[in-house]
Protein backbone atom coordinates (compact mmCIF):
# COMPACT_ATOMS: atom_id res chain seq x y z
CA UNK A 1 0.00 0.00 0.00
CA UNK A 2 1.60 3.33 -0.92
CA UNK A 3 2.26 5.73 1.52
CA UNK A 4 -0.08 8.99 1.97
CA UNK A 5 1.81 11.40 0.86
CA UNK A 6 3.39 9.25 -1.55
CA UNK A 7 0.28 9.06 -3.15
CA UNK A 8 -0.30 13.11 -2.67
CA UNK A 9 2.79 13.73 -4.20
CA UNK A 10 1.98 11.61 -7.22
CA UNK A 11 -1.41 13.74 -7.50
CA UNK A 12 0.11 16.85 -6.97
CA UNK A 13 2.43 16.22 -10.04
CA UNK A 14 0.16 14.82 -12.51
CA UNK A 15 -2.00 18.11 -11.57
CA UNK A 16 0.52 20.52 -12.16
CA UNK A 17 0.09 20.46 -16.02
CA UNK A 18 -3.81 20.40 -15.92
CA UNK A 19 -6.38 23.31 -16.64
CA UNK A 20 -5.86 25.83 -13.99
CA UNK A 21 -9.84 26.47 -14.04
CA UNK A 22 -10.00 23.09 -12.42
CA UNK A 23 -7.11 21.85 -10.59
CA UNK A 24 -5.96 24.44 -7.77
CA UNK A 25 -2.72 22.87 -8.32
CA UNK A 26 -2.49 23.50 -11.99
CA UNK A 27 -3.43 27.21 -11.14
CA UNK A 28 -1.07 27.60 -8.21
CA UNK A 29 1.74 26.17 -10.41
CA UNK A 30 0.67 29.01 -13.53
CA UNK A 31 0.62 31.41 -11.12
CA UNK A 32 4.46 31.30 -10.19
CA UNK A 33 7.28 29.67 -7.79
CA UNK A 34 6.91 32.88 -6.26
CA UNK A 35 3.35 32.31 -4.83
CA UNK A 36 3.67 28.98 -4.52
CA UNK A 37 6.46 29.83 -1.84
CA UNK A 38 4.21 32.66 -0.58
CA UNK A 39 1.20 30.34 0.25
CA UNK A 40 3.62 27.90 1.62
CA UNK A 41 4.79 30.28 4.02
CA UNK A 42 1.11 31.45 4.51
CA UNK A 43 0.46 28.08 5.70
CA UNK A 44 3.60 28.08 8.44
CA UNK A 45 2.54 31.40 10.13
CA UNK A 46 -1.19 29.81 10.24
CA UNK A 47 0.30 26.56 12.06
CA UNK A 48 2.82 28.85 14.34
CA UNK A 49 -0.44 30.69 15.17
CA UNK A 50 -2.58 27.58 15.92
CA UNK A 51 0.34 26.22 18.51
CA UNK A 52 0.73 29.34 19.92
CA UNK A 53 -2.82 29.41 20.56
CA UNK A 54 -2.64 25.84 22.32
CA UNK A 55 -5.62 24.73 18.60
CA UNK A 56 -4.53 21.26 18.65
CA UNK A 57 -7.31 20.29 15.87
CA UNK A 58 -6.35 23.88 13.82
CA UNK A 59 -2.92 22.48 14.09
CA UNK A 60 -3.81 19.16 12.54
CA UNK A 61 -5.60 21.48 9.95
CA UNK A 62 -2.86 23.81 8.82
CA UNK A 63 -0.18 21.07 9.05
CA UNK A 64 -1.99 19.43 6.30
CA UNK A 65 -2.08 22.46 4.41
CA UNK A 66 1.61 22.97 5.44
CA UNK A 67 2.63 19.54 3.48
CA UNK A 68 0.29 20.01 0.73
CA UNK A 69 1.97 23.10 0.21
CA UNK A 70 5.09 22.29 0.76
CA UNK A 71 4.91 19.36 -1.88
CA UNK A 72 3.71 21.40 -4.53
CA UNK A 73 6.79 23.61 -3.96
CA UNK A 74 9.03 20.44 -4.06
CA UNK A 75 7.33 19.50 -7.28
CA UNK A 76 7.84 22.88 -9.15
CA UNK A 77 11.79 22.54 -8.48
CA UNK A 78 11.56 19.05 -9.86
CA UNK A 79 12.12 17.39 -6.14
CA UNK A 80 10.20 15.53 -4.41
CA UNK A 81 9.96 13.40 -0.95
CA UNK A 82 12.54 10.86 -1.55
CA UNK A 83 14.83 13.90 -2.12
CA UNK A 84 13.89 15.07 1.54
CA UNK A 85 14.03 11.47 2.74
CA UNK A 86 17.71 11.17 1.65
CA UNK A 87 18.48 14.43 3.56
CA UNK A 88 16.58 13.30 6.54
CA UNK A 89 18.51 9.66 6.64
CA UNK A 90 22.02 12.01 5.97
CA UNK A 91 21.29 13.76 9.32
CA UNK A 92 20.16 10.68 11.16
CA UNK A 93 22.02 9.75 14.65
CA UNK A 94 23.84 13.44 14.06
CA UNK A 95 23.40 16.14 16.78
CA UNK A 96 20.84 18.73 15.49
CA UNK A 97 23.23 21.08 17.10
CA UNK A 98 26.74 20.07 15.30
CA UNK A 99 23.98 19.17 12.25
CA UNK A 100 23.04 23.04 12.10
CA UNK A 101 27.46 23.80 13.15
CA UNK A 102 28.44 21.12 9.96
CA UNK A 103 25.80 23.52 7.83
CA UNK A 104 28.37 27.05 8.22
CA UNK A 105 31.56 25.27 7.84
Do not use: C, N, W
Not at 37 to 57: C, F, M, P, Y
Not at 69 to 85: K, Q
Amino acid sequence: MADLLDTLEQTIRDRRSGDPAASYVAKLTARGRAKIAQKLGEEATEAVIAAIQDDRDELVKESADLLFHLLVLLADMGLGLDDVRAELARREGVSGIAEKAARGA
